[in-house]
Every structure is written in structure tokens, then in C-alpha cells.
């Protein structure tokens, strides 16, 4: 999904009732239909990470932007899965170095666990997507509390049960 005319006959198919906007269950049906197994929860992740105007779903110019998102990812996956169509957590915490992401190894472990659904240290392209979603949306989420660019923050219990919540997957 390259080019912006094959992305907009895609989307205006997944936009069956011709709305303009594609819902969180529209786009999860859309990304099974290629394969991909997402959640619900983690559809919405997506859309909230794009929904520029905070109406819940996506326009064709938020897909655009979370496509282009998700191609990064999937770039930093088949770099690495060497045919095998998964990667294993070293593999995988090299991907996401690629994407921009350097976590230290508890951080990583955990979060790599978390998005390995079978449990079988084996990440496919849909749970290494989940990982990258819950990741981003994370630092999204983080770089609004470090106003100060320190790359650390304090939160009060209630701000932690904020972040907590916004990021569950
Ligand atoms: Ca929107």
C-alpha cells in the first residue's frame, strides 16, 4: 500500500456506507481480510494515536498518517524475519530500534511477553504491530507529561491511573 490512489480505493471500500469515515470495527475486519488479527482494543489504539479531530473514527488523511506509521513497521519486520513470518524477541527488539524505539532489557521483556499472544517467543507481523501501537502510543503519551524534554516525569497517583488507562491494550 504505497500509493495514496491504491490507499483511497482501499479505504472507500472499507468505508462501505460511503461515510467518509472508517470505524474501529470496519478497519479491524478490513486488516483481517489481509490477515492481520488485531483486537479491538488495539484498533482503537490505532485510531486514537490518528484521530486528529477526536471523533472515534478515521478519515481518509488520518488513515494516510497511521499508514504510513504502520509501513514503518512492517519495514523493520521483514527486514528481520528472514521468511520465517515472525521474530523472535532479539530480532524483535532490534525492529524496534529501526522504528526509533531503544528500550532497556526489563522494559523490553515485558512488553515483548505482553504482545506475544501464543506465548510462543514468536512474534508474527500483527503481534509485532500491537507491540509498536502500545509502544508509540505510549511515548505519545509520555512526551505530553515531559513538557521539559528531561526524558522523565513525575505523576500523582492520579496521572498514573490516567497513563495506565490510556494505554491499555
Ligand atoms: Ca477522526
Known sequence: MENRAILREWFDRVDSQKTGNITAAQLKSAFA?????????VVQQMIRMYDFDSNGTMSF?????????LLKVQQAFSSLERGRGFLVPDEAY???????????????????????????GKLRLDDFISLCIFVQSARNLFNSFDTSKQGRVTLDFNQFIYCTSNCRI
Open 33 to 41: 481480510v489481509g490477515n492481520l488479527q488485531f483486537s479491538l482494543s
Open 61 to 69: 488523511e488520518e488513515f494516510f498518517e497511521l499508514n504510513k506509521f
Open 94 to 120: 532490534e525492529a524496534l530500534v529501526k522504528i526509533g524505539f531503544s528500550l532497556d532489557s526489563p522494559a523490553f521483556y515485558t512488553v515483548c511477553e505482553s504482545f506475544d499472544q501464543t506465548k510462543s
